[in-house]
C-alpha cells in the first residue's frame, strides 16, 4: 500500500480570508477549524474513506508570521468547468484575485493569477460543454 494525497497544506496570514476565497473558487466547503488554521474540501474525509480509494486532497491554510517572499514553486491549477477561461478569470478577479506576471509571456493559453496573498495559481482552459 502506498501513501494518499490527502491534504494541500497553505501558509497564510489570514486562513479564514484565504478559505472563504478557495471555497468561492473550488465550491469546497469548510470542513475544519481552529484557531489558527482551516480546512476545506468538496468531501470530507475519513479513515475509511481514505483507505478506501483516491479522493481529492483537502486544502489547509494555516497561519504563519513571515510573509510570501519569492514566486511558489508549487501552485494550484484550475480548470472552469461552466464558463470560459477568460469569464472564470473576470468571476476571480471580482472574488479577489489579480493577475500576475511570473514570465509566462502573452502567448500562453492559461492565466496566472494570484490569491488575495499573493500565492500564484493558474486558471487553464475551460471544460464548459
Given amino acids: 500500500m502506498a501513501?494518499?494525497?490527502?491534504e494541500l497544506g497553505i501558509d497564510c496570514h489570514d486562513p479564514e480570508r484565504q478559505a472563504a476565497f478557495w471555497c468561492a473558487v473550488l465550491d469546497f466547503k469548510v470542513i475544519d477549524r481552529s484557531e489558527d488554521q482551516v480546512e476545506i474540501g468538496s468531501w470530507e474525509p475519513t479513515v475509511e474513506g481514505v483507505r478506501a480509494s483516491q479522493m481529492p486532497p483537502t486544502v489547509f491554510f494555516v497561519k504563519?508570521?513571515?510573509g510570501k517572499a519569492v514566486k511558489n514553486r508549487l501552485h494550484i491549477d484550475v480548470s472552469p468547468?461552466?464558463?470560459s477561461t477568460e469569464d472564470e478569470v473576470t468571476r476571480l478577479v471580482g472574488l479577489g484575485a489579480t493577475r500576475a506576471d511570473v514570465g509566462q509571456g502573452a502567448d500562453r493559453n492559461w492565466v496566472v493569477m494570484a490569491?488575495?496573498?499573493g500565492n500564484e495559481f493558474c486558471v487553464l482552459r475551460t471544460l464548459a460543454p
Fill in 3 to 6: 501513501s494518499r494525497f490527502t
Fill in 64 to 66: 504563519v508570521p513571515e
Fill in 81 to 83: 468547468i461552466d464558463r
Fill in 115 to 117: 490569491d488575495p496573498e
